[in-house]
């Protein structure tokens, strides 16, 4: 089992979707421990966002890997379900209102899924009245907003002033990511980090809780 959870993360890491699905299957049939495939996929992604920020690897092998990952989710799926225990940590991600772009954010989605936390994904367009709804019911520990466009960057301030507004803000930790954000944006609005990269928003929420 150990040899088949080794080749499982080879393939992801050297980007091989089909091998990493008869992996992925022959595991799910003998009853993989669950938290091991997890942890596996959770372990490949971290090797392929170094290569990814050591310029070794680009922009399709980070989408394709994310792909991998989801598919694999979604063999492993009915042993996921059944393992799942205890209250998990929640993060709640989408794409601010008028913007569209959603691949960046969905990558994340896929990172934070494989490494174990609830991921409550709005999807892009969300309005603000939606996050903060989800913040509470879900009661999120960390909020992440994707921001591709300088003309919807006006969004995430207003998501910030909402939850201020509603008494949220002290609860829950703000990552921003996105094309049009600068480390500076987050700054002077009032966010908590910037992630330039899923990976080290990953990194810098693990460091949080
Ligand atoms: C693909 C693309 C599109 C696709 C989007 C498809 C989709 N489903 O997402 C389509 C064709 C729909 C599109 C439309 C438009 N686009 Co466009 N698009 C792009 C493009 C080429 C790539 C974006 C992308 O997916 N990158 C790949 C992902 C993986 O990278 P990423 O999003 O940056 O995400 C990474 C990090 O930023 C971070 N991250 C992102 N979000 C989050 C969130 C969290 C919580 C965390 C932790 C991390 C994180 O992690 C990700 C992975 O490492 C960019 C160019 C660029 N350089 O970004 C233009 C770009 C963003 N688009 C642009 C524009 C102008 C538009 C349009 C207005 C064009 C038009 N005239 O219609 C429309 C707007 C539609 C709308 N209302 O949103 C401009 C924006 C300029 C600006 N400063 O405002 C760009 C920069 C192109 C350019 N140079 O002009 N676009």
């Known amino acids: 089992m150990s040899e088949q959870i080794s080749a499982l993360e080879k393939a992801i890491i050297e980007i091989e979707p089909d091998n990493a699905e008869t992996i992925a299957k022959e595991l799910v049939e003998a009853n993989v421990n669950p938290k091991e495939l997890v942890t596996a996929i959770s ?10 920020q050591d310029e070794e690897y680009y922009l399709p092998e980070l989408v394709m890997a994310g792909e991998i990952s989801k598919s694999i989710l979604a063999i492993a799926d009915p042993i996921l379900k059944s393992a799942e225990s205890g209250p998990k940590i929640s993060i709640v991600v989408g794409t601010v209102q008028g913007d569209l772009h959603d691949l960046g954010k ?3 989605v896929t990172f934070a899924s494989s490494a174990g936390f ?7 367009d969300v309005p603000t009245d939606t996050f903060i709804e989800a913040v509470k019911n879900e ?3 960390v909020l992440g907003l994707s ?13 910030i002033e909402a939850l201020k ?3 949220l803000r002290d609860k829950v930790m703000v990552i921003i990511g996105g094309a049009a954000i600068t480390e500076e944006l987050v700054k002077e609005i009032g966010g908590d980090a910037f992630a330039p990269d899923a990976i080290t928003g990953l990194e810098q929420i693990k460091e949080w809780l």
């Open 43 to 52: 372990r490949a992604l971290v090797v392929v966002g170094k290569k990814f």
């Open 106 to 108: 969905n990558i994340f």
């Open 118 to 124: 609830n991921v409550v994904d709005l999807g892009n």
């Open 139 to 141: 009661n999120a520990r």
């Open 147 to 159: 921001c591709l466009l300088t003309a919807t960057d006006k969004e995430l301030s207003k998501v």
């Open 165 to 167: 507004k509603e008494n």
